[in-house]
């Protein structure tokens, strides 16, 4: 069955940064959109960022522009989300996901079990 296994998560200072992964396994990875989500307490899933099958075309959310940068080695099965001058307001389990839903902003339909990442200040 499909897998996604995130890693890298942790506690940061404010203005730090985090690298996180998803390893997947169970599916041709190379055939896959990936994308991150995010959740912090009391709110819904959102959308932080996705990267096509091939890495050549990359979306992010307004509030992660030009800190965060998502990218893949489909020859490790391996997505990446590379997080500077982390905020508080990115305090929030992040969420890896294969595939793509309606538009490259709905998520696909397999899940990572979620990773903590806290910014304190």
């Known amino acids: 069955q499909v897998q996604l296994v995130e890693s890298g998560g942790g506690l940061v200072q404010v203005g730090g940064s985090l690298r996180l992964s998803c390893a997947a396994s169970?599916?041709?990875?190379?055939?896959?959109?990936m994308g991150w989500f995010r959740q912090a307490p009391g709110k819904e899933r959102e959308f932080v960022t996705a990267?096509?099958?091939?890495?050549?075309?990359?979306y992010y959310a307004d509030s992660v522009k030009g800190r965060f940068t998502i990218s893949r080695d489909n020859a490790k099965n391996t997505v990446y989300l590379q997080m500077n001058s982390l905020k508080p307001e990115d305090t929030a389990v992040y969420y890896c996901?294969?595939?793509?839903?309606?538009?490259?902003?709905?998520?696909?339909?397999?899940w990572g079990q979620g990773t903590q990442v806290t910014v304190s200040s």
């Open positions: 996901n294969a595939g793509v839903g309606s538009s490259w902003y709905d998520p696909g339909d397999y």
């Open positions: 169970g599916l041709t990875f190379s055939n896959y959109a």
């Open positions: 990267i096509s099958w091939s890495g050549g075309i990359t």
